[in-house]
């Protein structure tokens, strides 16, 4: 990354809504882009966007702490009603009485969560929470992570409990 | 023939003998005793017998020598069964002979090469004189003089007989006698007999030439009588069945053959001939109607009578008006049985061993029957009813010699059996009648018999009643006691029906099974001797039980536990399953299936099993009314779901106790395995899986273990409350931590198979865990009953559990399977997952060109966009593209092994969801992601270059990692990453044999060859002294576990030479069936299995007709295996070509409905590769019917994940029979049935999962 252009870019993104893609460097590692020119590790994330600690851009934060901790594993939820009304949608479209098949999961495979209880990423204390979709099962994990002033903690994924499918 | 009849004249006998002698050699007896010299031979009659006859006629003997006799001319050769015979004993002979009328010249052969003769005595004097026999020279001379003059006057005799025959013709030979009666006058008795040889040939040739004359006018008569059936033959080919019509030619052609020889035989099978095409033109529909009779018609248009080769148990019933053709003579008949027979027919025609009583009766039985028919021939003309008699007494003997024949090829291998199979047969016979072919009509006779003593018993019931009825009195005593005369009467006739029942279904069923059946010499499957023994005993008391036991015992892998159990099922079969103090089971048990039932169980389980089903029975244990209830119908799931269920409560206490030695869990255990209600429908896999784990918990370290993962179970948590609701019965919120504990406890009950779809990769792991570390699996099953998620054992997020599975099966087994399977599939390590990873990462690192290499149009700020863009390729790339199974999608070979289609796909998702499964499809896909990811609009100049160079080959060829691009990513398993989910271990693919798929065409490697390369790296590579399963690989095809401890491979393994050992052990044997020709009956037999299968294969039954044409053609000879195959092939051809038409055109009507329309010329080469494609599948059929047929070696080599409770499947290197060689096969136990896998499986790269 330039320098130079970091320091352009410090002062001026402060207040505004951070323009940050997700991506993998040549070495597999996780890595941020800003403004689709700079890659950017974790650390130099929040540098450039502090307000991202302050409590009122915890979407952002969720998503760059879900993507350096699990890559493209999982997509936060930003829109937990969109999510629920989404995911009933797919488990009606679904076939009730399909088998499991290796390779293909499918929503019915797994039974229905508390759509309810999914809420938008928050703080709860210090903790970060968060609800994620497992891109490849298509589930919801509640995600926890500490983060102590500029300190990201370890990052964990508990599945959602599963009921019945209506 | 010779008579033995002491009233007969010595001179007519001797002279008999001599000519009988100069047919057929004959056993023989030769006595000096005070009476002078004895001599008796038979031709079928055993030397014993002989010297029997020889002693009653002679009394006791000074010398005795017997053995085999013959005549050559004028010499009589005496081959002695003894060395030591008195060197002037032929001299002796000779003159004794010569007193008798008949000289001839006599010598004997000694055993051990020597020759003693009467001229070579007469030049030793001194030698030894036996004692006793001194006939004077001058007797001697007289002697021979009287018997020539005999002889002459006998010849002399025959030509004026043959005077109205020749006429003219017969005066030299008169004038010829005339000559020969002066050298008899003058002493010449030496050209006296040289005169009247010629003069007999001179009247032999004579007759023959006259007789060729009206045998030429008998043969013209007989021809121009069947060309007048004709007609009648026409209308039966024409319009019968095929099975009548091949009689119908069978008749013509037997006609035509006797046509050119005996005219007799001729005419008799002419009469048969005209009377089977009046009944069987009777049987036609009018002219015109093409109709063809039905099988049962077909059926009976086999039985005719057939003569001396009667000895089949399905053999024919003789018709009072049809006059069977039978021998001229006793003599010819017992020539005849010698054709057929054999050297084994001289060997029936001596004694019997003193010590073997068995083999005395069926020998004696034997000579006894020969008897019989000599009575018939000798009381007179033969009409009809005579003529039936005759063949059926023919028959009799057939029966006796053909059983005596089988048996005595079983007796080498089996000679205890082979005793019990006489035994069994004189005592069938002993109450049927010598030598009695069990008919269909036969048995249906014997049934009415029995109907009839039944009802004649109830009859004297009544008449019991109602004598019992009548006022007191002497009337009524009198009546009571004649009604109970009646009863007991009645009832020891019928006793006696049923015992005549019992013998007629024990021969039938007995002769089958050691004719073509599992107790045969050459069976598929031989039992050892005791076993065999034990079943035959079984057919003298349950004969239709022992038929259903050998049939079972011919495949199971326990045949001896079967055995050993027929005594108590018969016992049982008798007191109807009565337990130790007489209770037995309720009206209406069916004590046949329950019997057979066991035999199942028995041949399942092995050791044990009938003493513990004897013990359960003795119990009363059976009387329980079904035990572990299920829902008529219930599928095996369903069964293995109560089952274990049922068992997880009875090892378990109130107090929550895991004991296995309880009585309530040894009851439990008893009715698993042989209640007459739970083994009606048998899960004989999940019984073993009980056992094994009851002796595993029983083990108090392990129980220890186990009940502490029990105790450990806490609340469930709602996702694991949904998982288990279904099994348990309840909704998911009334599931307790008590639902989860039985629950574990019966998925330890259950054992572990691949569920119905592709999941082998896990399924290999979690039934390794659960067969070499239950307590693990315990562990794993706790933990999803309790919170309802799996947790991967390498460090992944857990998942929550899958549970889209039909309710029947076993929750947390299948459970655990499905979820292993997805978090595979979700790994890095995953096979697809790298395979992607390292197309994105070459998609985008060679777009340096196009996109790197000009660096100012991207011109976003400095040198490092090219760096910074390829993030953009790989964030969009990554998000917009995933992988997925799509189970309907075929591949070759199939994903699992099991499953006949799925394959892995690249889907996209942005901005269009779509499949991607061709090239063109990726590089108009990555071009507008690309584009997309760069902000480039298409069509610009740099667009255009970049989708160049994504278009370019070699831009594509660089995707392609392990013979797979990202639109065409095969399928396939993971077992790597099983062990990484499921053990937490890092293992990697060690090859054990590289892929050689093709090579047969490149190199000429067979099959075979690489089965023996295979076996060898499995043997080598997977060493001793390891787990007892350890998982494997064939690249493409399957994952499962192999079985380097199973006794067979020790086998091969123990003391090295594995490459030599393979050969002598499973190749030459292999090459040996494949080189050896096939009895009729074994060929006969495979084709029948084979169309057995075949039937089966075309289950819809369209194609029945060309099947049953091809059946009916036969083996076509005597062959060896792969011409057997040939011909099968061949036979099938009209149906392969039916079967690759109908489904071609089925494959233009889809291709059509689909938009795709296809020419005649492409369905028919659509139809080639199909019948190529079905052929291939009939040749495995027809090695799976030899397989089953001829005993084979075979190597246990893995365990194929396959199965459910009911059986499972095995993976094992045996000889192809039909081609000798080493192939692969899947296995079903416990029915043993053997199916080749194709050469794929072979081919196929295969590799050792080794952890790291």
Redesign the interface.
């Known amino acids: 990354?330039?320098p130079a252009?970091d320091n352009e870019e410090t002062k001026s993104m402060t207040d505004d809504v951070p323009q940050l893609?997700?991506?993998?460097?040549?070495a597999?590692k996780p890595?941020a882009?800003i403004e689709?020119?700079?890659?950017a590790s974790q650390a130099e994330v929040l540098i450039r966007y502090p307000g991202m600690l302050d409590g009122h851009l915890t979407l952002e934060l969720a998503k760059m702490v879900n993507h350096f901790a699990?890559k493209?594993?999982y997509e936060v939820i930003a829109d937990p009603a969109a999510f629920a009304e989404a995911y009933r949608a797919q488990i009606a479209s679904e076939e009730p009485e399909?088998?499991?098949?290796?390779?293909?999961?499918?929503l019915?495979?797994?039974?229905m969560p508390d759509l309810d209880s999914i809420q938008p990423p928050q703080f709860d204390g210090k903790e970060l929470v968060f609800y994620a979709k497992?891109?490849?099962?298509g589930?919801p994990?509640r995600a926890e992570v500490e983060i102590d002033g500029q300190t990201i903690g370890k990052a964990k994924?508990?599945?959602?409990?599963?009921?019945?499918i209506p | 023939m010779a008579k033995t009849d002491t009233a007969i004249d010595p001179a007519s006998e001797i002279q008999q003998i001599i000519k009988d002698g100069r047919k057929r050699p004959m056993n023989f007896a030769l006595l000096k005793t005070k009476e002078g010299v004895i001599l008796k031979a038979h031709a079928l009659k055993s030397s014993d017998v002989m010297f029997r006859e020889a002693k009653q006629a002679g009394g006791q003997p000074a010398i005795a020598i017997t053995g085999v006799l013959n005549v050559t001319g004028k010499l009589l050769s005496l081959t002695s069964l003894a060395e030591d015979v008195p060197r002037n004993l032929p001299k002796l002979a000779k003159k004794y002979f010569a007193s008798l009328g008949a000289p001839i010249k006599v010598q004997v052969t000694l055993p051990g090469g020597g020759c003693l003769d009467d001229e070579a005595e007469d030049e030793m004097e001194t030698e030894t004189v036996a004692p006793g026999i001194e006939a004077p020279v001058e007797a001697e001379d007289d002697g021979a003089r009287a018997a020539m003059a005999a002889r002459l006057a006998d010849v002399k005799r025959h030509v004026e007989e043959a005077v109205p025959v020749l006429g003219d013709n017969a005066a030299p030979l008169s004038d010829a006698l005339d000559a020969v009666r002066k050298l008899v006058d003058d002493g010449k008795t030496d050209e006296a007999e040289s005169a009247l040889d010629e003069v007999e040939e001179a009247l032999q040739t004579a007759l023959d030439a006259a007789k060729t004359g009206v045998d030429d006018g008998l043969r013209t008569q007989l021809q121009t009588e069947f060309d007048a059936l004709q007609s009648g033959l026409d209308r039966v080919r024409s319009a019968a069945g095929e099975a009548v019509v091949r009689k119908a030619d069978q008749i013509s052609s037997m006609f035509q053959t006797e046509l050119e020889g005996n005219l007799k035989k001729a005419s008799g099978v002419l009469s048969v001939l005209a009377k089977f095409i009046s009944t069987e033109t009777a049987r036609l529909p009018s002219a015109g109607d093409d109709v063809k009779s039905t099988p049962e018609e077909d059926a009976a248009g086999q039985s005719l009578p057939n003569g001396a080769s009667g000895g089949d148990a399905v053999s024919s019933s003789l018709s009072p008006d049809v006059a069977p053709v039978i021998p001229d003579s006793s003599q010819a008949c017992f020539d005849e049985m010698s054709s057929t027979f054999g050297d084994f027919w001289d060997q029936v025609c001596v004694a019997a061993p003193r010590d073997d009583a068995a083999l005395e009766a069926e020998l004696g039985a034997i000579t006894n029957q020969r008897a019989e028919i000599e009575r018939l021939f000798a009381e007179g003309p033969i009409d009809v009813p005579r003529a039936i008699a005759i063949g059926q007494a023919i028959m009799r003997l057939g029966n006796l010699v053909t059983t005596a024949k089988k048996i005595n090829e079983i007796q080498a291998s089996n000679p205890e059996a082979a005793t019990h199979m006489r035994e069994a047969m004189t005592g069938f016979d002993a109450e049927l009648g010598p030598g009695t072919v069990v008919t269909p009509e036969l048995l249906a006779q014997i049934e009415a018999e029995r109907q009839a003593a039944l009802t004649a018993q109830q009859q004297a019931e009544v008449h019991l009643a109602a004598a019992e009825a009548m006022p007191a009195g002497r009337a009524r005593e009198a009546a009571i006691t004649a009604a109970q005369e009646e009863i007991e009467t009645t009832g020891a006739a019928l006793e006696a029906c049923k015992r005549k029942q019992t013998a007629a279904k024990g021969k039938e069923g007995l002769t089958v099974a050691i004719t073509s059946g599992p107790l045969a010499a050459d069976a598929g499957h031989p039992f050892d001797d005791l076993t065999a023994a034990q079943f035959v005993d079984a057919f003298r008391r349950e004969p239709e039980l022992a038929t259903s036991a050998i049939e079972t015992a011919s495949t199971s892998q326990h045949p001896e536990a079967i055995a050993s159990g027929m005594g108590m099922l018969c016992d049982r079969m008798e007191d109807g399953f009565a337990t130790s103090d007489g209770r037995t089971p309720p009206a209406g048990f069916d004590k046949g299936a329950y019997a057979r039932n066991l035999i199942a169980g028995a041949g399942a389980e092995g050791g044990d099993y009938m003493a513990d089903a004897g013990d359960y029975i003795a119990s009363g244990a059976h009387l329980t009314p079904d035990p572990i209830p299920s829902p008529p119908g219930a599928n095996t799931d369903r069964l293995a779901r109560d089952r274990s269920n049922y068992m997880a409560l009875s090892v378990v206490d109130a107090a929550g106790q895991i004991d296995v030695d309880t009585p309530n869990a040894k009851t439990a255990l008893g009715h698993l395995r042989f209640s007459p209600d739970v083994i009606d429908t048998p899960t004989p896999d999940m019984n073993q899986h009980v056992i094994g784990m009851c002796e595993t918990l029983g083990d108090p370290n392990n129980q220890q273990e186990a009940q502490g993962i029990l105790d450990g179970i806490g609340p469930p948590e709602p996702g694991a409350q949904t998982l288990l609701s279904r099994a348990i019965g309840k909704p998911p919120g009334d599931v307790t931590e008590d639902d989860a504990r039985q629950q574990v406890m019966a998925s330890m009950m259950t054992p572990v198979h691949q569920g119905p779809v592709g999941s082998c990769f896990a399924t290999a792991g979690v039934r390794r865990m659960n067969e070499l570390d239950p307590m693990e699996s315990m562990e794993r099953y706790a933990e999803l009953a309790e919170t309802g998620q799996f947790q991967p054992r390498n460090g992944m997020d857990a998942i929550p559990a899958v549970m889209s599975f039909p309710a029947d099966q076993d929750p947390l087994i299948r459970s655990m399977e499905y979820s292993a399977a997805t978090v595979m599939a979700e790994m890095d390590e995953n096979s697809r997952n790298q395979l992607m990873n390292h197309a994105w990462g070459e998609a985008v690192d060679n777009l340096a060109g196009p996109v790197g290499d000009l660096p100012e149009w991207l011109s976003r700020g400095g040198a490092d966009n090219w760096k910074v863009d390829k993030m953009l390729i790989r964030q969009t790339v990554v998000s917009s593209f995933r992988i997925e199974y799509d189970a309907t999608r075929s591949t070759t070979p199939s994903a699992d092994g099991s499953s006949s289609a799925g394959v892995y796909m690249l889907m996209q998702f942005q901005p269009v969801n779509k499949a991607i499964d061709s090239e063109a499809d990726f590089v108009a896909a990555l071009t507008e992601r690309v584009l997309t990811a760069l902000g480039e609009r298409p069509g610009s100049d740099k667009a255009n270059d970049i989708s160049a160079a994504i278009a370019s080959r070699s831009y594509l060829d660089a995707l392609f990692k392990g013979g797979h691009a990202p639109w065409d990513m095969g399928g396939g398993g993971q077992p790597a990453e099983a062990d990484a989910v499921l053990f937490g271990q890092e293992a990697a693919n060690t090859e054990i044999t590289d892929n050689r798929t093709g090579w047969d065409t490149l190199f000429g490697q067979t099959e075979g060859a690489r089965g023996e390369e295979l076996l060898a790296g499995l043997l080598t590579q997977i060493g001793e002294g390891g787990p007892d399963l350890v998982p494997v690989m064939n690249n493409g095809i399957h994952a499962f576990n192999a079985l380097p401890n199973d006794p067979s491979m020790q086998a091969l393994r123990d003391g090295g030479d594995i490459p030599g050992k393979i050969r002598r052990q499973l190749v030459e044997p292999g090459q040996q069936i494949a080189a050896t020709t096939l009895t009729d009956e074994k060929a006969i037999e495979i084709m029948r299995e084979f169309f057995i299968s075949l039937r089966h294969w075309d289950s819809a039954g369209s194609r029945a007709g060309l099947i049953n044409t091809a059946e009916q053609q036969g083996p076509g000879g005597a062959v060896a295996p792969p011409a057997l195959k040939t011909r099968i092939i061949s036979v099938c051809s009209a149906y392969l070509d039916a079967l690759a038409l109908q489904q071609a055109n089925l494959w233009v009507s889809n291709e059509a409905a689909a938009g795709t329309v296809h020419t005649n010329a492409e369905r028919d080469t659509k139809a080639a590769t199909l019948r190529s494609s079905f052929s291939k599948a009939l040749e495995g059929m027809a090695s799976a019917a030899a397989v089953r047929e001829i005993a084979t070696p075979s190597v246990t080599i893995a365990d194929s994940n396959w199965g459910d409770a009911a059986g499972k499947t095995l993976f094992v290197m045996a000889p192809d029979p039909m081609s000798g060689q080493l192939i692969m096969w899947s296995q079903s136990l416990p029915s043993g049935s053997m199916t080749p896998l194709g050469e794929k499986w072979v081919d196929a790269g295969w590799s050792e999962v080794r952890v790291k």
């Open positions: 990354m330039s252009r893609l997700y991506s993998l460097n040549d597999g890595i882009i689709r020119r700079i890659e699990r493209f594993q399909a088998n499991f098949q290796q390779g293909n999961p499918r019915r495979d797994f039974g497992s891109v490849n099962l589930v994990y994924y508990v599945p959602m409990q599963m009921g019945p």
